[in-house]
Structures are given as C-alpha cells and as structure tokens.
C-alpha cells in the first residue's frame, strides 16, 4: 500500500468515527442565521440565572443557545428544566455533547437538552424564564411573543435591552450589562370595582409594567397614587373625598382582580374588580 493510500485510510477513519465535538469546534465570532456566535461569560450567566431566581420548578428556555452553557447551567447548578433552541445543526450537536459531559442531558428536572429551531417559529410558550443574547433588532422582533407570554414569565438578556420597555432590573459586571423583566399583566381599561357593597369604576392606562389611572368617586375621579404593576401583582392608592387614603395590594388574573386593602385609621377588607 503507498504511503498516500494509507494517508487517505486513515483520513477517512477519522472522519468517519472520530466523535462529533472533534469534527466541530465553535469559534467566537462564527456567523449564525442573525448573529455572530460569542458566548456569555459564566460569571454573566449565573447572575442572569439569578436574577431569574431559577428553581428546580422552573422551565428555562434559552434562545439562541449556541454551545449550550446557559441551559447547562440551569439544570446543574439551578436544578431546571432547561431546552436550549438553536439554528446550526453542527452548534446543536456540540451542545448536547457538552451537557452529555456535564451529566446533564436529557428532559425533565434537572436536564438540559438543545433543539434545532428557529426561534421565530419556536413554540416555547411553557416556559417560565426566557434567557437571550441576541442583537437589539432581534430582540425587538421577539418582543411581541415575550410580552404575550404568561403573566410573571421572567425574561434576562445578557448585554441588549427592550428599547421603551424598561427593565425592571440591570446589572452589571465587568462592564457587561444584564437585563431583567417580568411579563406584565394585561391591566388597561375599565374595571368594575367592588368595595363590599360600594362599587366603583377604576380606569387604567398602561405601558408595559407602568400603569396610572383614576376612581370614580361621585363626582370625583381620583387619581391613583403609587400604582404598581409586577407581573400579576398589583398596587395602588387613592385619597378619598375626607382626605383618607386607601391602599390596595392585589393579584390579577384574566379578566378578574381581588386582593385585600388598608386605610390610614386601620380600617381594612378584601377587594375585586371585573374588567368591562
């Protein structure tokens, strides 16, 4: 056999039966679909994973997953359910290999395991947190989906933001930003509110997590004081026609609110309202 025979055997048993993650080796700054591929820094993704307050109850959804790291992470050290969607196959194959070695792989609590997908025609609507590197566009075309998403889903993307809609935390380390938001609940519009055997119309404007609005109160329409919208909790605040101020502390959940308030003279109850 001549020597160059022998070099073409071997060639062909190593691409034939050498593993997969030596056949691919990502490499920082690789082109994707959308973006180039540059990986977090782990320190970057422990605190995104905290900022989440990832349980083992949780459904962790990365996308854009690259080399797996953030899904990883999510089953190891949070003990999550964690799907990583990714558009390179070749990325996709790496990234499973690296939660195999990380004695994660697979589904279920504590397991991690990467997709092939495109993330726009992803269903990921069960998760309870959404992880991202994207650019800003991307993230803005996935906005729409993320603000659709379940009351209180929590959202952290490392390094780009929403644009208006504010983050509701950011850190920073190293000079790179991470941040944070909860899904807000739909709340805009009229609700019927009932105060015992009071009931009143409470009108609501909404952008994003931040609400204003008004009571009806005779000819009076108050306006709310420290009106708060996190996820499905809610809190507001009015002054009565006496000078009384009320405070009210809630959850809401469709259509439909209820929770508990307190006045200055130690007066309290329970509350609902009905959207119109």
């Known amino acids: 056999m001549t020597s160059f025979v022998r070099l073409l055997a071997v060639l062909l048993f190593a691409c034939n039966f050498a593993p997969a993650s030596a056949q691919f080796q990502p490499q920082v700054g690789q082109a994707g679909k959308d973006v180039i591929w540059v990986p977090t820094p782990d320190d970057v993704v ?52 690296n939660a195999q070695s990380a004695g994660v792989a697979g589904s279920g609590q504590g397991k991690a395991t990467i997709r092939h997908g495109d ?81 009143t119309d409470l009108v609501l404007e909404q952008k994003f997590q931040h609400i204003s609005g008004t009571l009806s109160l005779g000819a009076i329409h108050a306006g709310l004081r420290d009106a708060r919208l996190r996820g499905t909790a809610i809190t507001f605040a009015y002054i009565d026609p006496t000078g009384l101020r009320r405070d009210f502390a809630g959850r809401v959940a469709g259509s439909r609110m209820e929770g508990t308030f307190r006045d200055e003279k130690g007066g309290e109850g329970k509350w609902s309202a009905t959207k119109k």
Do not use: C
Request: net charge neutral; aromatic share 10%.
């Open 46 to 97: 422990e605190r995104m994973l905290t900022m989440a307050q990832v349980t083992p109850n949780d459904s962790v959804w990365d996308l854009g997953a690259g080399d797996g790291k953030i899904a990883i992470m999510a089953a190891k050290k949070f003990g999550a359910r964690a799907t990583g969607v990714e558009y390179n196959p070749d990325m996709v194959k790496h990234a499973n290999a």
């Open 119 to 199: 993330i726009f025609a992803t269903d990921f609507s069960s998760a309870s947190v959404i992880t991202l590197y994207l650019l800003p566009a991307l993230n803005m075309k996935l906005r729409p989906t993320l603000l659709s998403m379940r009351p209180g889903t929590r959202v952290v993307s490392h390094s780009f933001s929403m644009e208006d809609w504010e983050a509701d935390e950011i850190s920073t380390l190293d000079g790179r930003r991470a941040y944070f938001w909860l899904v807000p609940a739909n709340v805009m519009g009229t609700w019927n509110l009932e105060l015992g055997s009071q009931k």
